[in-house]
């Protein structure tokens, strides 16, 4: 069983990174022309209806752009090949710090200073620490300071991992299930402390 099936094609995957970055049709259209791309509503719509030739779409920079469009509104791990064809992990932590209400933004930031980061969760792999759908909330720490600790980190390449935090000299270890992945210290960008979830 797929259990990610409800995003088997282009138009499903297309659809689901607009939903999750809150992103219009408009919008991303308004986006590409100001990078000089021509791409009518019509078009876009059709891709969304599924009715798509996979060859024709490779052949231009859209998709590509269209995927620098939700890199930059809160999915960084968003990769062509996975919009495309699904290849590769979804792009499954959203860091939303930047797309808060003020009202919300205000009262996190008073319970936990400005180091906070707030990340939403579309897919199963933060289990078992969060599950689709959960907001969590990270205070930033040095990664010394996580040691055994359930940590996000971000690398500078906008990686984003969710697990319990081993340190060496100049790497760690982001443990999760029976998966272990090393990332070296110097790439890190971001590390905080799993402090919420709801």
Known sequence: MNRHSHMDSF????????????????????????????????????????????????????????VDIFNDHGLPELSSDWLLYGKGMPPFLVDMSGALEEEKAFYIARAMGKNYKLITVNSDYAEPFASPGDYIITRSMPTEKLENKIALIITKDKKIFLGILKNSVEKITIKKWMNEVEIKKSAVEYSGRLTWVN
């Open 11 to 66: 138009s499903s995957r297309l659809k689901t990174c607009k939903a999750i970055t809150g992103l219009s049709s408009v919008y991303i259209l308004n986006q590409l022309k100001t990078k000089g791309i021509q791409f009518t509503t019509r078009q876009f719509s059709r891709w969304e209806a599924g009715a798509t030739d996979t060859a024709r779409i490779i052949k231009t920079d859209v998709v590509e752009n269209i």
